[in-house]
């Protein structure tokens, strides 16, 4: 299933409209008693939005990790992870060009993080080209036990957020012990502070590991368009510049969303988005959580709110 792809408003619209209108978004919702929202595209969006809450929502405000996992029939279970499949949530894709300005790293919970900078070493090892920097995104959340356990067993020690995790990825997969370069700001709160660690290895684009603030300290941690928004602001985008980003399979549709609305509208930069490839075995050492169908409908929710975000910022009112 095509994700909005293109710089252009009709472009990115036209995406929106492909993905939110497609045959197995609407078998999901027809499979939970949904009926179709009428009206235009902005009102199909928040009927869908206003429909996952009630039906895919099962975190009820927490982290992931603590969601809940609901009962499902076989039939409905396989319906979702072939809805799943063609929405663009499971298979794992190479990137689509030889080169790149910039490669981007989402950071996330303990194992992603190291899954996820292991990845982005091994695509810049073997293709494609990055001219300008990678950047290795996270924040100052605290890690979880669990999360703690996972690097103790990865052999990672010491870390404390999940910057510190990504940090420790960063050191392992390109064999550096310290960076070149740091700067940040302590403002005595994890929402409201920064960090910026830059490491050049040998015959490899600069790598920087950025801790973001939060956009609304107040309320929430730096959320994944926080992080995209924080690094801009610190690298010299251009228009038509292509970036590539790396995260998760299962995340790939909400994050790529957020990246095309914070990056893509404001400054006109391509942006391709792939998933980790499980099937690379030097990965083998952090295993991949088993995903559910929960876990699918709770991020194809995550991928309808992105996409009513974007479409928000493409049709102002």
Do not use: K
Not at 5 to 32: I, K, M, N, Q, Y
Not at 91 to 116: I, Q, T
Not at 143 to 153: C, H, I, N, S, Y
């Amino acid at each position: 299933m095509a994700l909005p792809a293109g710089t252009s408003g009709a472009e990115l619209a036209a995406g929106v409209r492909t993905w939110v209108e497609s045959p197995p978004l609407r078998d999901l919702v027809g499979r939970f008693g949904g009926d179709w929202p009428a009206g235009n595209l902005t009102e199909v969006l928040a009927g869908l939005d206003d429909f996952s809450a009630r039906h895919w929502d099962f975190r009820d405000g927490r982290e992931r990790p603590d969601a809940r996992e609901p009962a499902f029939d076989l039939g409905t279970v396989g319906l979702i992870l072939d809805s799943a499949a063609a929405l663009g949530l499971v298979r794992a894709l190479p990137p689509p060009l030889p080169r790149y300005a910039h490669l981007l790293v989402l950071g996330g919970l303990a194992h992603a993080c190291l899954r996820r900078v292991g990845y982005a070493a091994h695509l810049l090892r073997t293709g494609p080209a990055v001219t300008g920097e990678v950047a290795v995104l996270g924040s100052f959340r605290p890690l979880t036990g669990p999360e703690r356990q996972v690097l103790a067993d990865a052999g990672v020690t010491g870390c404390a957020t999940e910057v510190d995790a990504l940090d420790a990825g960063v050191r392992a997969a390109f064999g550096l012990a310290a960076p070149a370069e740091e700067d940040g700001h302590d403002a005595a709160h994890p929402h409201h502070s920064w960090s910026s660690r830059t490491y050049r290895p040998a015959g490899s684009p600069p790598v920087r590991v950025l801790a973001a603030p939060s956009s609304e300290p107040e309320r929430r941690r730096a959320h994944t368009a926080d992080t995209q928004r924080f690094w801009a602001e610190h690298v010299r985008l251009r228009a038509g510049d292509p970036v590539l980003m790396v995260t998760a399979p299962i995340y790939v549709p909400f994050q790529h969303c957020d990246a095309l609305r914070t990056l893509t509208v404001p400054y006109g930069c391509r942006i391709d988005t792939v998933g980790v490839d499980p099937a690379l075995t030097g990965l083998a050492r952090v295993p991949e959580p088993t995903l559910t169908p929960g876990r699918y409908l709770q991020e194809i929710r995550s991928a309808i709110r992105s996409l009513r975000a974007l479409h928000a910022t493409l049709t102002p009112a």
